[in-house]
């Protein structure tokens, strides 16, 4: 109910007496036409007090005028153009002059266009609703929930990679650094056994004996 009110549309209740509304409903009427209340039982008399007692002042004795109306008769008070609720008015009711069936649409259609409210309300607006404008907040949150989780695995990624790298270059300079080492062991032994006392012998024969300096 509240959700049509919301909306600009008038709603009426109409039940023999008003403990049949529940009170979260009551407490949102404006205008009130209330016919006569009968009180035959003390539950009954309980009831018209409490009804009684929501009705603003006013020079009747309600309690004694809500008992005593006609038929056509009722006790009225409505909301004034500032939102306010008129005096109790005792109002005799005049009978409807309409007729009470279903209104033929050329009808409706030429009661619609000579309104003069047709020029605001005539063309209609399909405005976002407040379960669209949840849904898209909610949908909202969720993008970024997981834009941020994609975010967090993806940075948790680069840095595995990150260290994955770095322990590849480490390990390409501990081979580089353990070839340099042997390369160097190797030179150092060349050089050790090309300079050795031996080594110059056994070249000096072989120069000897390619070039025939030695004699045979």
Do not use: C
């Not at 407040?130 to 975010?151: H, P, R």
Request: net charge positive.
């Amino acid at each position: 109910m509240r959700l049509i009110r919301s909306k600009g549309v008038g709603v009426f209740f109409i039940t023999q007496t008003p403990k049949d509304v529940h009170e979260d409903v009551l407490a949102q009427l404006g205008s009130r036409v209330q016919h006569a209340l009968r009180a035959f039982t003390p539950d009954d008399a309980k009831a018209l007090r409490a009804t009684v007692s929501t009705y603003p002042k006013s020079g009747y004795d309600l309690e004694e005028v809500l008992t005593t109306l006609g038929t056509g008769e009722a006790i009225v008070t409505v909301m004034n153009e500032s939102g306010a609720p008129t005096p109790v008015a005792w109002t005799r009711m005049r009978a409807p002059q309409s007729s009470m069936t279903t209104a033929p649409e050329a009808a409706i259609d030429a009661v619609v266009a000579a309104s003069p409210l047709q020029a605001k309300y005539g063309t209609p607006i399909d405005r976002e609703s407040a379960g669209e404008i949840l849904t898209a907040k909610l949908n909202a949150a969720a993008e970024a929930a997981q834009a941020a989780a994609d975010a967090k695995a993806k940075a948790k990624q680069d840095a595995e990679d990150s260290k994955q790298h770095a322990a590849e270059q480490r390990q390409a300079a501990q081979q580089t650094k353990a070839r340099q080492t042997q390369a160097e062991q190797i030179g150092k032994v060349a050089v050790k056994v090309l300079t050795s006392r031996e080594t110059q012998t056994v070249l000096k024969g072989v120069l000897d004996g390619i070039f025939g300096t030695r004699r045979r």
